[in-house]
């Protein structure tokens, strides 16, 4: 059974940091791209950022460029986001997603697999 399972959303300030984690298992990490994607309140899902398992390369979205650093450790099958200088428009839900290897963008629509979800509110 594939499995993302999404940590460390909690209520922080404007300009603080977070870092979510993404604990991915039932299937095999180096041959899917990892994606990061947001929800907020009456919005469309919004892709954050994506990390290749094969090859390490990245993609992040031009709102969080700058801010945002997504990282992998293929052996614990672990997928960070760390996020700094946070803003309230950062306010969201955040997905775990995972997408096959060939694919290396921010379409939802890609992305075969997400877990449930971590809330990140950012107070001014």
């Known amino acids: 059974e594939v499995r993302l399972v999404e940590s460390g959303g909690r209520l922080v300030q404007v300009g603080g940091s977070l870092r979510l984690s993404c604990a991915a298992s039932?299937?095999?990490?180096?041959?899917?791209?990892i994606g990061w994607f947001r929800q907020a309140p009456g919005k469309e899902r919004e892709g954050v950022s994506c990390?290749?398992?094969?090859?390490?390369?990245?993609y992040y979205s031009d709102s969080v460029k700058g801010r945002f650093t997504i990282s992998s450790d293929n052996a614990k099958n672990t997928v960070w986001l760390q996020m700094n200088s946070l803003k309230p428009e950062d306010t969201a839900v955040y997905y775990c997603?995972?997408?096959?290897?060939?694919?290396?963008?921010?379409?939802?629509?890609?992305?075969?697999?997400w877990g449930q979800g971590t809330q990140v509110t950012v107070s001014s």
């Open positions: 039932g299937f095999t990490f180096g041959d899917y791209t």
């Open positions: 990390i290749s398992s094969a090859d390490g390369s990245t």
């Open positions: 997603e995972a997408a096959g290897r060939d694919y290396h963008g921010l379409a939802h629509n890609n992305y075969d697999y």
